[in-house]
């Protein structure tokens, strides 16, 4: 990947991340949300991404950064987990909204959800966190550094 390749990755990374606390808002305030966040790091986008042998980031980053990134991602992605299980594995279904498609959540679970979003908005925060110093390590860095 070149520098611009590199770069606009990690700015998607964060725009990607930033969208998903939007689904999980709109979940909590019991909306219907399409394609929900992948549970797994390694299936986001940015997963994908960050964990391709093929972009040499790792090497790029240096391993201090690289591993700041993936635990703060890895963080994300298990206190997403328990969101996730709130509204789409563990979910009860009465007669009539499996009729209409809606998915009933007893309000403590929401109760949860929410406490579970606050503490992921912190994760959220300390990975767009990592992210922009990376993305400000890969914007000095020398053209060169990206060709493997």
């Not at 964060?14 to 019991?30: P, T």
Request: charged share 30%; net charge neutral.
């Amino acid at each position: 990947m070149t520098k611009e390749q590199t770069l606009e990755a990690i700015k998607n990374a964060r725009n990607a991340h930033e969208l998903q606390m939007v689904k999980i808002e709109k979940l909590i305030e019991g909306r219907e949300v399409e394609n929900p966040t992948a549970v797994a790091k390694t299936k986001c986008e940015f997963g994908q991404w960050l964990y391709s042998d093929n972009n040499h980031v790792k090497e790029i980053l240096g391993e201090q950064f690289y591993t700041n990134l993936d635990d703060k991602h890895s963080k994300w992605h298990t206190e997403y987990l328990k969101i996730f299980n709130i509204f789409f594995k563990n979910q009860k279904k009465s007669f009539f909204s499996s009729l209409i498609g809606l998915h009933t959540v007893d309000s403590m679970e929401i109760d949860k959800a929410k406490l579970y979003y606050s503490e992921l908005q912190v994760t959220t925060n300390d990975l767009l966190s990592a992210l922009a110093s990376s993305e400000r390590r890969l914007a000095a860095m020398n053209e060169s550094k990206f060709h493997y």
